[in-house]
Nanobody
Framework: QAQLVESGGGLVQPGGSLRLSCVAS????????IAWFRQAPGKDREGVSC????????NVVDSVKGRFTISRDNAKNTVYLQMNNLKPEDTATYYC??????????????????WGKGTRVTVSP
């Protein structure tokens, strides 16, 4: 059974940094794109960043561009989200999700096949 487990969340002051990890297990050898989403209380879930199966293609949404970086270490079955210069509006529960694709030249925020349970990030003085 495929599984995703997030970690690395916590309380941080504005301007601080956190690195989230998403460990994948039980996945087949298909092309698996991984995306990070977040959901703040009372708001819709939004995609933040995604990465293709090999890591050759990445995407970061405008609201976090220049502050968040996604990467993956396939030897460790882990995808990371490095978050720098955090702002109070980044406060949310962050989820990673996997999408089985047919190629390695893109990543996706829709039609996700598996989800983790999330890790909470709070940015506050």
């Amino acid at each position: 059974q495929a599984q995703l487990v997030e970690s690395g969340g916590g309380l941080v002051q504005p301007g601080g940094s956190l690195r989230l990890s998403c460990v994948a297990s039980g996945f087949t050898s298909d092309y698996w794109s991984i995306a990070w989403f977040r959901q703040a209380p009372g708001k819709d879930r939004e995609g933040v960043s995604c990465i293709s199966s090999s890591g050759s293609v990445t995407n970061v949404v405008d609201s976090v561009k220049g502050r968040f970086t996604i990467s993956r270490d396939n030897a460790k079955n882990t995808v990371y989200l490095q978050m720098n210069n955090l702002k109070p509006e980044d406060t949310a529960t962050y989820y990673c999700a996997a999408d089985r694709l047919f190629a390695d030249n893109y990543c996706s925020y829709s039609g996700m096949d598996y989800w983790g349970k999330g890790t909470r990030v709070t940015v506050s003085p």
